[in-house]
């Protein structure tokens, strides 16, 4: 690393000789202390006085302890901030090739709620240091190129990498004894009340297909709150076709009122994508991130 204003030249490993040289008062105690021979150490203390143009040290020669000038004392009161600096430096580099930094991950609620936390326990088990930043939103589109990472439900347009972690199959979420154990045919969802989310994200696919199928049950209430659509399943309201991980995050199975069913034919799996700017270089934060997505995904979606 050079520094260079006007032909000041001064190297940091000059700098470093130099503060090595004032704190020991002599060439042969600085050299061991640095590893060098003395002569390595005088013909930098030498090319140092080349380039801030006068000597640093007055050498008086035997066993007397050499002198800094005043001039080398500038030197080295600015060289010592240098130094810091490039020390604090290097350490802020390593800590970020280690897993440190900050990481900014877009998210949506059965993702916050199921695969997240898992994520957020490792990374800080794992790197302790970390700044995690969590934006969660309800979109057709995401703001992919905000963020490092983001979580959604389909692909995204433009220059988007996509990752898909896991297929989310649906179930129908009714009050018990709405209707007999087991599955449930889609065609007996022909009129029902239906609790459901926006026409939004992947809601527009389920709706289709509803509709290729020619059914068509009766919308009671929308709303983006997953867990007011269950609210309003428990109150009798209507029932509600959700994603598996949603009804996963919910723990249906406490809830002695409600009850989940397949449904026949099944309808096509909402596809959970992991997604990031295609042009973008991940720091080795936002790759473990990706790694230990992929591995919770993967242990969500194993079979019980």
Known sequence: ??????GFMPELRHLTTLAAVADEGSFGRAAARLGYTQSTVSQQIAALEKAV???????PGGPKPVRITPLGAVV???GRELLAKAEAMAAAVDRFKAGEGRIDIGTFQSVSNVIL????RRLHDEHPGCD???FEEESDQPHVGEVDLTFFDGRAEGAVEHLKLLDDPYLLVARRGTFAEGPVRLAQLDGAPLVAPPPICDQVRVEQAFARRGVRPRIVFRTTCNETVLSMVRAGLGSAVLPQLTVHGADLDADGRLCTHELRPALPPREIFLLWPADRTHSPLAARAIEIAVEVAAQIAKPA
């Open 117 to 120: 936390p898992l994520v957020v």
């Open 76 to 78: 080295l009161a600015h």
């Open 53 to 59: 143009g006068g000597g640093v040290f007055d050498r």
């Open 1 to 6: 690393m050079f520094i260079s204003y006007a």
């Open 132 to 134: 995690i930043r969590l």
